[in-house]
T-cell receptor, first 115, second 112 residues
Framework: NAGVTQTPKFQVLKTGQSMTLQCAQD?????MYWYRQDPGMGLRLIYY???????DKGEVPNGYNVSRLNKREFSLRLESAAPSQTSVYFC??????????????FGNGTRLTVT | SQQGEEDPQALSIQEGENATMNCSYK?????LQWYRQNSGRGLVHLIL?????REKHSGRLRVTLDTSKKSSSLLITASRAADTASYFC????????????FGKGTKLSVKP
């Protein structure tokens, strides 16, 4: 019973490099989310996918792209990494469309450093 | 922009004591949720309270919601060292398409 799995756990990038963060859930959830967590800022929503085939911007989408590959997988791509994107990235999923009355299940995060 | 703000930012207590954390928010909500985050881990859902509910219990957790004051509190009774973690409130604001907005969290330290 893995829940939400994120890879990689750690990553160091140089400014300008690109990478994709992977996320997969095995709970048959409809909705998936990407958050970033910075010290003193709490969690901020980057992108979300209310259902397979749809994606929408959250609070801080600039510099990121997402793909909802299928119902299980939701990836986050940094096309040209910047030091401001140094953060811990969390993927989450929920049963319902959006999060109305539906708790989020989180992965354990990807710790990204951009130098 | 932050919808929920937790208070205090940090709380240190002895094992066996009760811990109370507060959350204030700005706009009308559909529901409010509390999450726990252990160091280096993802967030874990604790409890959800709907806007038409005033109090909810789950084991040693008690959550209250006062929509007139736009505030919620999380009480952990008879705390244990294992309760040491950060606690976040998250609100599902009306008109937000159901997306949760998280506060900055309260860091709880329970000393044995």
């Amino acid at each position: 019973n893995a829940g939400v799995t994120q890879t990689p756990k750690f990553q160091v990038l140089k400014t300008g490099q690109s990478m994709t963060l992977q996320c997969a859930q095995d709970m048959n959830h409809n909705s998936m989310y990407w958050y970033r967590q910075d010290p003193g800022m709490g969690l901020r929503l980057i992108y979300y996918s209310a259902s397979e085939g749809t994606t929408d911007k959250g609070e801080v989408p600039n510099g990121y792209n997402v793909s909802r590959l299928n119902k299980r997988e939701f990836s986050l791509r940094l096309e040209s990494a910047a030091p401001s994107q140094t953060s811990v990235y969390f993927c989450a999923s929920s049963v319902g469309s959006g999060s109305y009355n539906s708790p989020l299940h989180f992965g354990n995060g990807t710790r990204l450093t951009v130098t | 922009s932050q919808q929920g703000e937790e208070d205090p930012q940090a709380l240190s207590i002895q094992e066996g004591e009760n811990a109370t954390m507060n959350c204030s928010y700005k706009t009308s909500i559909n529901n409010l949720q509390w999450y726990r985050q252990n160091s280096g881990r993802g967030l874990v859902h604790l409890i959800l309270i709907r806007s038409n509910e005033r109090e909810k219990h789950s084991g040693r957790l008690r959550v209250t919601l006062d929509t007139s004051k736009k505030s919620s509190s999380l009480l952990i009774t008879a705390s244990r060292a294992a309760d040491t973690a950060s606690y976040f409130c998250a609100t599902d604001a009306k008109g937000s398409q159901g997306n949760l907005i998280f506060g900055k969290g309260t860091k709880l330290s329970v000393k044995p």
